[in-house]
């Protein structure tokens, strides 16, 4: 069977972009709910951490992500925010958050730590952050 460019290009759009973080989800709780992730000292060990991005320039992504200009240019990087929540023994990322580049990392790594929430894991969890994350805030939205 073959199959042109733009046969495959029309079928690709038709896919719905849902399904890769759903079966990835799946994926993750199937493995975190068996015995076979690796623990320190009893404990999963998750590391989140913040960064900036840039991405492409549109009109688009510089309402929906910002920009970060400086004193010489007035218009500045098309930027987004970048919050990432890893698993450093199993290798795995566990949720990503990109947002507007005003948010800030406080705000990212609570929504990473409420999709580590629902992810039902029933292993003890170490989580550890870069400095300049307020540890107090963290305590709250966990409980």
Known sequence: MQLSVQGYLQQRKRLNSE???????KY??????????????GYLLIAIDGSKAE??????????FGN?????????????????????????????????????????AKRNLKHLKEMEIRQPILVVFDRGYIFWKWRESII
Do not use: C
């Open 28 to 41: 993750l709780m199937d493995f975190y709910h068996s015995d076979e992730p690796g623990l320190w000292k």
């Open 68 to 108: 970060s200009g400086n004193q010489y240019s007035k218009t500045g990087q098309v930027r987004a925010l970048v919050s990432g929540m890893y698993d450093v023994l199993n290798h795995f990322y566990l949720d990503i958050e990109v947002a507007h580049i005003s948010i800030s990392e406080n705000e990212l």
């Open 19 to 25: 399904i890769f973080p759903y079966l990835n989800r």
């Open 55 to 64: 991405v492409p320039n549109s009109k688009e992504n510089r309402v929906t």
